[in-house]
């Protein structure tokens, strides 16, 4: 194998390694998560619920939308859904998330933090 084809490889097999060891760039404390950062609440199901839930869930992060359509009940989802229709106390304008996180922190429905793997610097 010449020189062009050793480096073509190097560069066709860059990713693959990138991937498998975890290479990915470092996130911050307060960088917003991937969609992939919690895969299995993609999945989640949120067919059960109504047309206007639906919508709802699929504007949240995947941990808040597998709270939303998995754990939370009927009035719960009408609770979060209200607490973006109107502003807080102080004015600022609700998201759905921070709606959803409120209405599970206010039910003791948030999921435990994992704790170990790599500390972020």
Known sequence: MGNI???ALVF?????FSVLCNAAPKRTADATPAPSAAPNSQLVDCS????D???FAYGLLP??????CGKFTDVQR??????TSQPDPT????TPD??????????????????????VK
């Open 63 to 68: 941990e808040n939308r597998a709270m939303f």
């Open 91 to 94: 004015g600022a304008v609700v």
């Open 12 to 16: 066709l097999c860059a990713p693959i």
């Open 78 to 83: 009408a609770a979060a859904m209200q607490l």
């Open 53 to 55: 839930e639906q919508q």
């Open 98 to 119: 921070q709606a959803v996180t409120k209405v599970a922190m206010a039910n003791n429905l948030m999921p435990m933090k994992k704790s170990g793997g790599c500390p």
């Open 5 to 7: 084809g050793k480096w």
């Open 48 to 51: 059960s619920l109504t047309a």
